[in-house]
């Protein structure tokens, strides 16, 4: 069986256990009202503005080393003129006669 030997007293929780009764103080009243001030539309502007920036860091250094999927923009450069220069070679004379189709 458990000994009692493993038991820990916490006083934090003495209170709760042993029956004392809850301290209980005098309310008192704050000396002045908290005070209002209107909208101003301009500096709720600014706030949101500095709370957008601040996410953007944020998330800017959350991710620092986020790398790009896809193929680089430079490969698809460089395909797509391999592909179109040989094809506007072979088929010059099948273009020269689409174009003067159109023309007449």
Same mark, same amino acid.
């Given at each position: 069986m458990v000994d009692s030997n493993f038991y *820990? &007293? =916490? !006083? #934090? $929780?003495?209170p709760m256990h042993y029956g004392d009764k809850p301290r209980v103080g005098v309310i008192d009243f704050p000396d002045r009202l908290p005070v209002r001030? !209107?909208? $101003?539309?301009? &500096? +709720?502007? +600014? %706030?949101? =503005?500095? %709370?957008t920036q601040d996410m %953007? *860091?944020? &998330? &800017?250094? #959350?991710n620092p080393e986020r790398v790009k999927k896809g193929v680089p923009k430079i490969i698809k450069i460089a395909v797509g003129l391999a592909l179109a220069v040989p094809a506007i070679i072979f088929l010059r004379k099948g273009i020269k006669n689409l174009i003067a189709k159109f023309r007449h």
């Open positions: *820990v &007293e =916490n !006083p #934090a $929780n003495s001030r !209107p909208f $101003n539309y301009f &500096e +709720a502007q +600014a %706030l949101y =503005n500095s %709370l %953007l *860091v944020k &998330e &800017e250094h #959350a």
